[in-house]
Structures are given as C-alpha cells and as structure tokens.
C-alpha cells in the first residue's frame, strides 16, 4: 500500500547549515568513556556473526523480566517492521501525533490503518475510550514524540484486552526521570514496549533498540526478523547499557534533560509561545 509522503518526510530533511537542528532528537552532551569504550570494542567481535544472547540477558536483568520476553532489534523502527508484518492485522490503530513510522510500517505491509489524533485542546491526552472497541492492534507513544507528553500507566494499561496487541512506543522513557509511566517493567498479556538506545546517549547511526513484552507477541516479531539483524556494535551497546555506571548516568542525563526543558519552555512562553 503506497505511504503517504508526509508519513516519510522527517525533520532532519528541513535542516541547513544556520539552522540549529532540533530533528534528531539526541541528547546533547560528550559521549561516556565506558560507551565510546564498548563501541570500540565491539569492534573485535566483527569477524563473527553477531549473537544477541548476552545484551539479552544484560536487558533481562534490567527489567527483571525472563530473556523469552526480550528481543533486541535494530533500532526501534525495526521493532516497528517486525510489528507490521507479525500478524494479519484486521484494526490497527495508530494514536497521533506520533512518530510516523509505526503507521509507515503498517501501510508498508498492506494494512489499513485507522488514526486516532489526540486533541490540543486537552493537552494530548490519551483518551483510551476513543480506541475503537474492534482494534486488535494499538500503537502509542509514550512520551510521545513530537508533543512530550506522558500518559498515565493505567491510561495505557486499560487498552489491553483479549484479542488486542497494545505497542508503547518508549523509544524517550529514558529521558523521564525515574522512567516513571514506563510499562517495560511490567508484566501484562497483550501488551509489548519498544525502546531505544540511540536518543538518550546520541547515537543514532548504530541503531540499538529492543521490544520487551508479552513472550507470544515477542515471538511472533522474532519470527519476522532478518537473521543477525542487529549489528555487534548494537548489542554491545546494550550490554554496557545496563551497567550501574551507566543506570546512574542515564538518570543524570535525565535530570539535565528536565531542567533544559523548563528553561526552553519558560523562554518560549515569555515570547508569547504556547
């Protein structure tokens, strides 16, 4: 089914050289010894084919989830491909404003996709009882990009239902402090997370990203994966990713990242800026 071209066009399309470039959406600060350290490390694990057992486990522990709940993937946008294809999807139903390629995804694999836009006027929210009742498939973000806004757990949670595949798109959970709303530590049928590696410590070109979730769903988008998908470098990532150092780092990144944008958001309103 054709993609509409505005589902395709993303913001690093409209930067130039006066520009300052909001569009990537990576945080903007110097890379960590230990990351710069397992990048270049990984680098000796090239002359074989990658093996995703270990950032697999290293994930598992993060979320104290079984490792049969854990698929990494290239990036999220492979998560996405993989959700597109696993199923003969009869409702999918995509919330927005949202990151576009979920929906590019489905359309991609031949489905007919429903939108549910989010009202301005009251902030965004996710109104679960605006999801048709017939949608096996929901994709939300959370926060969602491009708004920032955070749903509340429970909003979320009350999409499941037999029948029904519930994707959060968490893809920017880590630059939550706490992570709090985040659903990938919680157990729940019908219900998988999709997160990303690449945002919070700016490395996009590697394309590290994972689904944890319902171990039916997750295996039913593993069945749908390219074998070696997703580079030594990626999982390398991953596993350094979930270190001590590297927790307490991402939440001081996440505290930096608050503050950032109360300084934004006070300037743009004193401008008159809603």
């Known amino acids: 089914m054709p993609v509409p071209a505005h589902l395709l066009r993303h913001g690093d399309q409209e930067t130039r050289p006066d520009l300052l470039d909001f569009a990537v959406n990576v945080f903007d600060g110097e890379r960590p010894a230990w990351l710069a350290a397992a990048l270049r490390d990984s680098l000796d694990e090239v002359r ?82 605006r999801i048709p009742a017939a949608a096996d498939l929901v994709v939300v973000g959370n926060p969602t990009n491009p708004t920032g806004v955070l749903h509340p757990m429970s909003a979320i949670r009350s999409l499941a239902r037999p029948g029904r595949l519930v994707v959060v798109d968490e893809a920017f959970m880590d630059s939550v402090v706490d992570e709090r709303e985040s659903l990938a ?14 945002k919070h410590w700016a490395i996009p070109g590697v394309r590290a990203g994972y689904v944890v979730g319902d171990s039916d769903a997750v295996a039913d988008l593993a069945a749908q994966q390219t074998p070696w998908s997703v580079s030594s470098t990626a999982l390398a990532v991953m596993a350094a990713a979930t270190t001590p150092v590297a927790r307490v780092e991402a939440h001081d990144r996440a505290v930096t990242l608050a503050r950032w944008r109360q300084v934004l958001e006070t300037g743009l309103v004193r401008r008159g800026v809603p």
Do not use: I, K, N
């Open 185 to 198: 530590g919680t157990r729940q049928p019908g219900v998988v997370v999709v997160r990303s590696l690449t």
């Open 48 to 129: 074989r084919y990658p093996d995703p057992d270990l950032a697999r486990t290293h994930l598992s522990h993060l979320h104290d989830r079984p490792a049969c709940e854990l698929l990494p993937t290239a990036g999220a946008t492979e998560a996405f491909t993989l959700v597109a294809r696993a199923r003969a999807w009869r409702h999918p139903v995509v919330v927005h404003p949202q990151f576009t390629e979920p929906h590019a995804a489905l359309l991609r694999a031949g489905h007919t996709v429903t939108s549910v836009v989010a009202h301005p006027a009251r902030g965004f929210a996710l109104e679960p009882d």
